[in-house]
């Protein structure tokens, strides 16, 4: 059996200071919208109205929403496809999320990609990379930038424990080191690469390779959305002070296959019951009925949300087959390739 990192937590728990009341309960609607839109979702796979796979990050709902919402609009997210709850937090609507999924034509991309495959540049989310960790590369590049041109901004990504075998990840944490780029590298360590465990992976945790290229990294309790907060805020902060990278171990588990296809045989049952007992948002639940939220309201209210998307994004028709090709390539020759407002291609990669 895959076993847990023994690399202490980095936070326990609410950070009174940082997080309102207001904060905490929008935490626990991102984690409970984002699973229900990917519970909602697997269901219209199994319809036969979701076509491929699909991927869902059922128990890993505190890792993307607590870190997302320690960023700041400014920043950009290179988000995978267990984060759902970061496309949430920045604004993209569930119409949208569950019309990309079955590939509709009101969809983020209208179609043109993969079910997981998205990303809208108007709120700061890169489009997702599915050969793990390019995104890594993505975020580095996007933290050079934001040095070069002065700005204080901060990137941001998510990777699997897998992904740390590959070569790119060891390229893009080099050079973020070397640099001392903005920029917070989250591995998401969910126990399984695929169906291969943390035993058969690696002999050292990637998170202490960090300080092999110059910086800190440090384990955090994944299935706590106001640990993670708390972590990402610190790191940010150190970001945007010139003090460069950070890489932050969240310690979950994928509760689901690697994807709808998947039976997760291999498994061994007592760690996923283990694993149950940590559910994210159960945790965040019981911290907010202490501070007397009606929390069967929250949910009563997000499932409507997610129904009444639900419909709208079925309603949503299909996209023309003539109108493939457009929009797949950039056609501008002076595009706001920073997400700033400011046209710039040819003046960038000359320095200015």
């Given at each position: 059996m895959a076993t847990e990192t023994a690399r202490p937590p980095v936070a326990e728990g609410p950070d009174a200071q940082h997080?309102?009341?207001?904060?905490r309960v929008e935490l626990l609607r991102y984690m409970l919208l984002m699973r229900g839109i990917e519970e909602r979702a697997m269901n219209l796979y199994r319809q036969g109205k979701v076509p491929g796979s699909f991927y869902?990050?059922?128990?890993?709902?505190?890792?993307?929403?607590?870190?997302c919402f320690a960023m700041a609009p400014e920043d950009r997210l290179c988000i995978l496809h267990r984060d759902l709850a970061?496309?949430?937090?920045r604004g993209v609507t569930p119409t949208r999320i569950l019309a990309q999924y079955m590939g509709r034509e009101g969809g983020i991309t209208r179609g043109r990609d993969g079910n997981v495959h998205f990303g809208d540049k108007e709120v700061g989310c890169v489009g997702m990379v599915s050969m793990l960790p390019d995104m890594m590369l993505v975020a580095t590049g996007m933290a050079m930038a934001f040095k070069a041109q002065g700005q204080q901004r901060c990137a941001l990504t998510w990777f699997g424990d897998g992904s740390t075998s590959r070569g790119d990840w060891h390229e893009a944490m080099n050079w973020a080191g070397v640099q001392r780029l903005p920029v917070i590298f989250i591995l998401e360590n969910n126990q399984y690469a695929y169906s291969t465990p943390l035993s058969q992976q690696f002999a050292v945790n990637p998170v202490e390779?960090?300080?092999?290229?110059?910086?800190p990294g440090f384990a955090v309790d994944g299935n706590d959305a106001e640990a993670m907060f708390e972590a990402v805020r610190q790191a940010r902060e150190r970001a945007l002070a010139g003090d460069g990278p950070t890489m932050i171990e969240a310690v979950t588990m994928r509760m689901h296959g690697h994807a709808a296809h998947d039976d997760m045989k291999y498994v061994p049952k007592e760690q996923v019951e283990e694993w149950r007992q940590k559910d994210p948002i159960e945790r965040q639940e019981r911290r907010l009925v202490e501070l007397g939220v009606d929390v069967d309201a929250l949910r009563a209210e997000v499932k409507a949300a997610i129904d009444a998307a639900t419909e709208e994004a079925l309603q949503s028709p299909m996209p023309d087959p003539a109108t493939a090709t457009e929009g797949v390539f950039c056609?501008?020759?002076?595009?706001?390739?920073?997400?700033?407002?400011v046209p710039r291609w040819s003046g960038f990669l000359k320095g200015a």
């Open positions: 997080l309102t009341r207001d904060d869902d990050g059922y128990g890993q709902e505190a890792v993307s929403a607590g870190a970061a496309h949430l937090i390779r960090a300080a092999a290229y110059g910086f056609t501008d020759p002076e595009p706001d390739i920073l997400g700033d407002g």
